[in-house]
Each structure stands twice: as structure tokens, then as C-alpha cells.
């Protein structure tokens, strides 16, 4: 950036302006470190090298400021895919494409935060701009599509309950539910346990694609993807 | 409790025997009070009033301590309906009984110890014998049924993605959607909000069953489970 700023005095070196986004930000980085406990006014004023009371020109306080935290991560969630999806012959088509694209986006972006999902979860969206946008985006797509509006909110916080579970799932060890030797209880767990690793190890390269460090988490997940999506389509006039 | 019980010297004061059983059951209620940070050997000891010593001829350390308190939560999860389920014509019926008293019981649990879903849903169950009975029981249910054995897994960790985020959403305040007053973004949701609670609201007497201190939270749970036995009954033969 070169010249001064419009609207500040020339001379005066350029340096952010402390902002709601930036202050989201660092506070992210923060929670994200240290969990919840660990972010404070004080705290977060020593991140960005400000007094708290500049902080408190821009924040309430701490309920404010997980506010922001959980608008910047709901701000990554993608569910552009939802403007698409119109009433008549391809609702259900393009209803299933915006349904899973959001939820592919939605469950990356918590399995980048998983400490943040017990929070995020149970978080008023009331006052989080960017949340609200995302679940207006999501509720006109189900809408357009035909879904009774009665039932927009129970579908939608079922898929969210899905998403959560299958997020922290994605940080699952890829043994969680392997045995150790000599461990002979549980014959019938240990026989499907078994099958579905040995079904999994043998499509490695096809599903080489997968970003989960968990390689045993994308099949559940896609299979319960597919049960809430085709539930969905049934509720479409 | 009258008398000396039998196999200890008698005049000898009863008192409870340290066990694995005694210490799990310490253990789930200090890391329920103060999360797994505040849960060490030292703790834990002062908590029962014995050595830390004496702990470790039960507890291998702090990894096994957690697993004892995995199995505490988890051999309260009834999975008994699943013994119930058999081949035949019944099977479908009897599996998506079994699929939905589990999957009640399942939330119920883990919705009374809601700050141990992020630990549990990502702990090994080798060690964890209860947790082991229970997933055995649950996986010889879906076998028994027809479902193939290597969509077992995949079929009981989706159920577990949607019980662990049901689990926390029975704690979202009931205004989680909720909009200030002249809060005028968002006119989609805002609209499949008010139909939901109006809808819900209107029901409540019929609902009152419910333990939930959330009312919202279970018909999204209801039909998100519907949606999830509905799948499940279709990988049967």
C-alpha cells in the first residue's frame, strides 16, 4: 500500500485499523490454541499489541467476542451452492447438489476447528451477521426447493448434528476401533471391524483424495450423507 | 451393612475396596465438574481419599483413566433391544426397534455428560471392555439383520456422528435461532424459525415426555433418526 489512506492524516505510518474481523481473527487463533478458557480481554489485547479498552471499543465483552469467533468460522462454510436450487423439474437434483456441497464445506471447516464445535453447537446465531447469512442461504434453497417451512429447521439441525459428530470423527485415530493383541472379547465387532478396514485399505488410491487424517471416516460419513439427503428429497412436494 | 462381609478379617472397619469400577465412577465426576484438564492421578486420590500409589495397582496412568471413564458412560448405553434381532421376516421391524431404543438411549447418555463427547467420540475402545460389549452387541444386531458385514462399521460410527451432535444440541438454548428485536437480516430463516417454534409450541402438551431441556431439539433428532434407520433398512438383503 503506498500514499496515505483516504480519511487518515498523511504522515502517520500505515498500520490496520483494529477492526471486528481482525480482532475475530486473532481471537480465533487464540481459542484455537488455548480452548475457550484461554481467551480473554486481556489476553486478546496482548495478541494484537492494543489496550483492552480499544478492545472494548469494538467488542461487548467475552460473549461478543465468541460471537465473532463463531461468525469468522461460519463466514468459511460455502453454501453458495443452495442460490441454485429453483422449484420445478431439477428441485431435487440440484436441492441433493447444494446439500452435499455444504455439507462437504460445512464438515471441513469444523473438522479445522474441532475444539470449537461443542461451543459453536450450542451458540446463539443472534448478533453473528455471517452465520445468519449462511443459514438464510441454506433455508431459501430448502424452501425453493419445496421443503414445507415447518420443516427447514428440524432438517437443517439434523445435518448440523450429523456434521458436528462427523467433524470430530475426522480426528478419530484410525485404530479407535481396532483391538490389541490377546484382546479376544467382542467376536462379532472384531469380524466387522475387520472387513470394513480390510474393504477400505484395498480402495486406498481411489480415495487418495480424501484431506481426513482419519482414512476410515469419509465412507461413514458419505453414508450418512446420503440417508439425511435422501430423507430430505421425500419432503418435497 | 451389618457384620464383617465375608473374606475380610472380621473386627476390620468395611469399607469399600479400591476397584477400577469405584475409580472410574470418581474419575467421571471430577473431569464432568472440571473437564479433563482438572482429572490427574493426584486429583483423583485426594478426591478418594487414598495414595496415589494405591491408585496405580488399579489405573495404569492417565490414557488408562480415561478409558475407565469411557467405559463408565459407555456401559450405560442400552443396546439390548439389538439382542432381539433376527433373521427372517421380522428383521427389518426389529432392527429399526433396536436402531431407535439404542439410538434414545445413546443421546440420553452422552447428553448427560455432554462435556465428554469430544473425548469419547475420538477415544480407542481397545481396554474399555463395557464400551467393547456394547459395540458387539450392536454390530451382531446389524449382522443378524443382513446387513453386510463391512457396512457395519460405517452404519454404527454415522449413528454415532448424529447421537454425539444430537447429544450437544439437547443443550443449544431454546433461542439458538433466535433474532433480536430489529434484527431484519436473514427474512428466510427468520420465516422457517417462526414455523418451527410456532409448530412445536403448539404440540407441547403432546410432547411433554420429553427430558430434554431444549424442546426444539427433538424433532430434528426424530427426523434425523428416521432418517438414518430408514438407510439402514435398505442394505438388508
Redesign the interface.
Known sequence: MTGPQPGRRAGRPAKPLLNRELIADAALDLVTADGTDGLTMKSLAGRLGVSVSSLYNHIAGKADLLTSVQDAVMSRVDASAFDSVADGPDAADTLAEALRTWSHSYRQVFADY??L??LI???????A?AT??M??T???G??AAGVP??????????????????A??V???A??????PG?Q?????R???E??T??VDAGKDAASSSASPNP??D???E??L???V???LTLLG
Chains 1, 2 share one sequence.
Open positions: 474441532p475444539s464445535v461443542p453447537a450450542t451458540m446463539p446465531v443472534s448478533g451477521p445468519r447469512r443459514y438464510d441454506v433455508a431459501a430448502l424452501l417451512s415447518a420443516q427447514v429447521v428440524p432438517v437443517i439441525v439434523a445435518f448440523e448434528s450429523f456434521l458436528y459428530g462427523s470430530m470423527d480426528h478419530a485415530p485404530g479407535i476401533f481396532g483391538s490389541r484382546e472379547d467382542a467376536p462379532a465387532f469380524a466387522v471391524v472387513s470394513f480390510a474393504q476410515y471416516a465412507q461413514p460419513f453414508w450418512g446420503d440417508a439425511l435422501s430423507r430430505t
